[in-house]
């Protein structure tokens, strides 16, 4: 554990970029307008019963599809330099397919992109933040492995499309919450329920997906658009909750963020050495033929490995892991991807907590994985694509204030000792649709009205404070603003 200085003022070094970041369900709206075909999360939302807090659905959600410009004009009032949304698939591409681009689609992404560029404002753009298109949900979504054209086809017509434009892309956003949440467990769409099987089969489809989306990149387009491509992990930390739990913290990362960045960012690439180990003993003592976790041939593995500019990460909390010896089949369901790790997990009861019950305050840990990533990866460039907290409904959010203070003053600790960290991005610019916490989580930096058909954006304190944090380059954690006074440009 480090202790994290806490400075009263502290200089935040030049050549870090701050933004702030969206995903396209959970702000457009206009889920069936102008030729947009379903998604799904447009399926999953109206299904009965609704398995939304609230039955709340991304029908309208923030509105953004209409309010762009709005959006853009709080990007300016916070003095961004960039800002990190995501593109709708069944926006762009109705029959998923490239056979049929949607104008309207495109032209709203176009007003976009240049809306920001007007003012200066790099678009960071991810393809893929969990709205895939139903039909190819039908057709197995990512456990079918000809996901990857699928996916690529939609790649190669987006970069025709905005590449002149966007210089930074991330293909896939948390390939571990589309894999474990969506087909593992049911917490995220399809909701497959399918844990030590499809989550894996998902796992191997969605890397190979995006290495081959970044070879066609840096083989077809980087020579004349001249971009960056990476990918969005989530990687929460996991500290051992003993000195005697080390080895059980260690293959909890090692599943947890791992299996996503090990492939890629590892000197010998593949999926980590204890995961495949331990999937292919507990397949076998469990009768099965051959192991759950599916294989990469040495070509893929190759085509992985290297297969990212940068390591895009999201990171939110830490947990503290011990093995538990008395680990039984009630522990965890078996086969799952759980039971395949083997450890136990928990949040320590001192630990400050945001609305959402798995956000705890751990600034420390983000240190530790910063200095983790650094020492097992060579130093990558680091991007931090998501890190935020979650509140009720009120513009006087302290709490929000305290967690980003701490948590890049973590950051810079790790900075300062050598971790490449290249852009900080703040979850989220505005209030939006949490998924299956529907509006009742709050994560923005501006507060959204939902009983407002117009959804008016209010800067919320954490606003002023993250503003005046960009525009001075220094944290200050006695700085209080006057938030009598309107948030300008
Ligand atoms: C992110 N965890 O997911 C998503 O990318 C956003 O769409 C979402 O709104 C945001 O978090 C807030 O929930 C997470 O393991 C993935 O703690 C993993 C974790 C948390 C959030």
Not at 38 to 51: A, M, N, Q
Not at 300 to 316: Q, T
Request: hydrophobic share 35%; with cysteine.
């Amino acid at each position: 554990k480090s202790s994290v200085n806490r400075h009263e003022i502290r200089k935040i070094p030049d050549g870090i970029l701050f933004g702030t970041a969206t995903a396209s369900y959970q702000v457009e709206g206009a889920w069936n307008e102008d030729g947009k075909s379903e998604s799904i999360w447009d399926r999953l939302t109206h299904s009965t019963p609704c398995p939304v807090k609230n039955c709340d659905t991304g029908d309208i959600a923030d509105d953004s599809y209409h309010q762009y410009e709005r959006d853009v004009e709080m990007l300016r009032e916070l003095g961004l330099d960039f800002y990190r949304f995501s593109l709708s698939w069944t926006r762009i591409l109705p029959t998923s397919f490239p056979d049929k681009i949607n104008e309207k689609g495109v032209e709203y992404y176009n007003n976009l992109i240049d809306e920001m560029l007007k003012y200066n404002i790099q678009p960071m753009v991810t393809l893929y933040h969990w709205d895939l298109p139903q039909k190819l949900q039908d057709m197995g979504g990512w456990t079918n492995p000809h996901v990857v054209d699928w996916f690529t086809d939609y790649a190669r017509i987006v970069f025709e499309l905005f590449g002149d434009r966007v210089k930074y892309w991330f293909t896939i956003n948390e390939p571990r919450e589309v894999c474990y949440e969506g087909y593992g467990g049911p917490s995220l769409a399809p909701l497959y329920n399918m844990t030590g099987y499809a989550d894996y089969m998902c796992a191997k489809n969605i890397l190979v997906a995006h290495a081959k989306t970044y070879h066609m990149y840096k083989n077809e387009f980087s020579k004349i658009q001249g971009g960056t491509v990476g990918i969005a992990i989530s990687a929460n930390w996991f500290e051992a909750e003993s000195e005697k739990e080390a080895e059980a913290a260690e293959e909890a990362r090692q599943f947890e963020w791992g299996t996503y960045i090990n492939p890629i960012f590892s000197k010998n690439g593949d999926f980590p050495a204890v995961m495949k180990e331990r999937v292919a003993a507990k397949s076998f003592e469990q009768g099965f033929f051959r192991s759950r976790l599916p294989e990469f041939s040495p070509e893929e593995v190759e085509l992985i490995k290297g297969s990212s500019d940068f390591l895009g990460i999201n990171h939110y909390t830490s947990k503290l892991i011990y093995r538990n010896a008395s680990l039984t089949s009630d522990t965890y369901p078996s086969p799952s991807f759980y039971d395949d790790m083997g450890v136990m997990s928990y949040y320590d009861s001192t630990w400050e907590s945001g609305v959402s019950s798995w956000l705890k305050i751990v600034p420390w840990g983000f240190y530790n994985l910063l200095t983790k990533l650094r020492t097992d990866y060579d130093n990558p460039p680091i991007y931090i694509t998501e890190n935020g907290f979650s509140t009720y409904e009120g513009l006087e959010d302290d709490s929000r204030i305290s967690y980003y203070r701490q948590y890049i003053d973590a950051m810079l600790d790790a900075v300062d000792e050598g971790s490449d960290v290249r852009a900080y991005t703040a979850w989220s610019l505005m209030d939006n649709f949490e998924w299956l916490q529907g509006y009742a989580n709050r994560f923005g930096l501006y507060e959204v009205d939902y009983e407002d058909p117009k959804r008016t954006r209010t800067a919320r304190k954490s606003a002023y404070v993250y503003k005046e944090m960009l525009r001075t380059r220094q944290l200050d954690y006695h700085y209080e603003p006057d938030t009598t006074l309107p948030i300008t440009i």
